[in-house]
């Protein structure tokens, strides 16, 4: 008997893909973008559950960043050389992930971004980072498209954060109105987290925009919206550039988010492999709507742990089997490619949606469509 344990033993410390596979987890778990990283959090407790169906377990370390670059640096200091996992999947945040993707490079740790927009992330030739989510670029697009195709909107005002997300969305939204023809008559950063933006939004309602473009996490979200309302900004449409435009805080409140369109990187109907039981399942654990984030983590993990576990471990056959692999589950299919200056950047269909009787449904593409689009805004109540 013990020569068999001993033997059991043997076999398994000379077989990592039959252990646990160890990978880090980058999240912001609490601060200003924690709605947001419950989702990331829970997408990815869905897929452990789903990983351990499948025989593989997961040994995962979480980092709480807190949405703060340096800490989310630190985390990743940490998880490559104390903590040695095969790979690392998030953060959440652009800034984050921007500040931790070199550090991926330098310690050969491949590094699956779910969720964030900035397109300098996988512009920068690095081999060990990969992302999941379409980048800025598609997010303004994708609702300039939408606009066009709805309307003729002439003019346009930008309202937007003044992080990493906020300047890169609007830099290439800025960009593409510019081949649309639409003439930008206000550009307005805003600082994080402030308490009043009437005065800017007083600006903006001035210039009389036939659209509205913003970009913001959840609590800026709501009250640029709010204090439209209160100061009667009335475009043709309010355009929200994902994030907290397409979180159930954001819908619940209906007073000022009903009928406002954004872009998203998933929703619960569209016909992907899994995507419909994939929010059904999330509603029945947690109790409330999945985001795309979730989503987004969800595959990210499933992705990051099937790949590991098959390369054995092993960090550089890991990055090697992600390069190479495609796979098509509950946000559609997924390979990471090289194309027009990214690297390593999964080439993701983006949806558009409206918020309709205070819930977000599909109206563009049309073949993903369940509502037709209200266009125009209608009056404010």
């Known amino acids: 008997m013990r020569k068999h344990l001993l033997a059991l033993g043997a076999v398994l410390a000379l077989s990592p893909c039959l252990m646990a596979q160890k990978i880090g987890v980058i999240n912001s778990m609490s601060g200003p973008e924690a709605p947001i990283g419950e989702n990331i959090t829970n997408g990815i407790k869905l897929a452990d559950e789903d990983l351990k169906k499948k025989g593989i377990n997961l040994q995962l370390v979480w980092e709480d960043d807190t949405g703060k670059p340096q800490i989310s640096m630190s985390a990743m200091e940490k998880l490559a050389t104390r903590d040695n996992v095969v790979g690392v999947v998030g953060p959440y945040t652009s800034a984050c992930s921007n500040a931790v993707a070199k550090l991926a490079e330098k310690y050969r740790v491949p590094l699956l971004i779910p969720a964030a927009a900035k397109e300098e992330i996988t512009r920068q030739g690095l081999k060990y980072v990969f992302r999941m989510n379409a980048p800025a670029d598609k997010y303004a697009s994708s609702l300039i498209d939408a606009a066009s195709s709805l309307g003729k909107p ?53 210039k009389n925009p036939d659209l509205v473009f913003m970009v913001s996490y959840v609590a800026d979200a709501i009250l640029l919206m709010r204090q439209s309302k209160e100061v009667g900004l009335q475009p043709q449409a309010f355009l929200g550039a994902g994030a907290g435009f397409t979180t159930t805080e954001f819908a619940k409140e209906r007073a000022i988010s009903e009928n406002v369109i954004s872009c998203t990187q998933w929703t619960n109907d569209v016909n992907w492999p899994g995507a419909k039981e994939f929010g059904a399942r999330y509603k029945a654990k947690f109790g409330k709507e999945p985001t795309y984030h979730a989503a987004c983590a969800y595959a990210s993990m499933m992705i990051m742990a099937e790949t590991a ?73």
């Open 154 to 206: 002439k003019s346009i005002a930008f309202i937007y954060e003044n992080t990493d997300f906020g300047t890169s969305t609007t830099k290439t939204a800025k960009e593409y109105v510019a081949k649309k023809g639409i003439q930008v008559v206000a550009d307005e950063p805003y600082p994080k987290g402030a308490a009043d933006y009437r005065s800017t939004l007083a600006k903006v309602k001035s």
């Open 309 to 381: 576990k098959n390369a054995g471990g092993d960090r550089a056959k890991t990055r090697d089997a992600l390069k190479s692999g495609k796979w098509n589950g509950v946000m559609g299919e997924v390979q990471f490619a090289d194309y027009e200056g990214f690297t390593n950047q999964n080439n993701h269909q983006m949806l558009v949606q409206q918020i309709l009787q205070g819930n977000y449904e599909t109206v563009l593409p049309a073949k993903f469509a369940t509502k037709k689009a209200v266009y125009p805004f209608p009056k404010w109540k």
